[in-house]
Every structure is written in structure tokens, then in C-alpha cells.
């Protein structure tokens, strides 16, 4: 049975940093991709980050280039998610999330895994 555990959320002031973490547990076959989702409230759930295991590969929302980074420590078999420079709007609940697509496709519906999510707040 996979389980995703994420830690490392909190609150910040605006430009502040924070670092995301995701243990993970279980067999997921390959090709997949580990993604970090977010969700504000009132908000769609969106893709933030991903990365393709095998390839490596990694993808970025637009709105998070440059100041976020997506990484994985393979003998810990655990997710990372950078993020600096945060912004008011970076404000979400934030999820990791494991799934069969080989490009880490940002649709929520592709990850059948899902952790229980950690509250980032950033006040300006």
C-alpha cells in the first residue's frame, strides 16, 4: 500500500522561504511522476511541480518558475519542493501526490496517490 506523508509547511512573511518534504512508502510501478499539487480555498487543485521518475524530468506551473525546485533523495525515497521568494498568493494547502503518467501530466485525475497535504500561509 503506497502512502505519501508530507511535512514541512508553516507560516512566512513574503519573501520568505520554505521547504516541502514527502515520505514515501509502498510500491508504485514505473513509469510514474511525483508531483506537489496546491489548493486554495475557493481554488482549483493545481499542479505546482513534478517529476518524472526514470528520466528525471521535472515541470513547472509558470507561476512558480524560478522560485520554486522539485527534488527527490532516491535512497529515502522522499519528495522536496523548494520554494523561495514566496508570495501572498502562494498561499494553499499542499499536496504530494504520485501517479502513472510518464509526463507528469498537471491534471489532478492522473494521480491515483495522494498525501493528507500541509498548510503553507505566507502574510505580505
Known amino acids: 500500500q503506497v502512502q505519501l506523508v508530507e511535512s514541512g509547511g508553516g507560516s512566512v512573511q513574503a519573501g520568505g522561504s520554505l521547504r516541502l518534504s514527502c515520505a514515501a512508502s509502498g510500491y508504485i510501478r514505473s513509469p510514474y511522476c511525483m508531483a506537489w499539487f496546491r489548493q486554495a480555498p475557493g481554488k482549483e487543485r493545481e499542479r505546482v511541480a513534478g517529476?518524472?521518475?526514470?528520466?528525471?524530468?521535472?515541470y513547472y506551473a509558470d507561476s512558480v518558475k524560478g522560485r520554486f525546485t522539485i527534488s527527490r533523495d532516491n535512497a529515502k525515497n522522499t519528495l522536496f519542493l523548494q520554494m523561495n521568494t514566496l508570495k501572498s498568493e502562494d498561499t494553499a494547502m499542499y499536496y504530494c501526490?504520485?501517479?502513472?503518467?510518464?509526463?507528469?501530466?498537471?491534471?489532478?485525475?492522473?494521480?491515483?496517490?495522494w498525501g493528507q497535504g500541509t498548510q503553507v500561509t505566507v502574510s505580505s
Open positions: 501526490a504520485a501517479g502513472s503518467t510518464v509526463y507528469c501530466n498537471p491534471s489532478p485525475t492522473w494521480y491515483t496517490y
Open positions: 517529476i518524472a521518475i526514470g528520466s528525471g524530468s521535472t
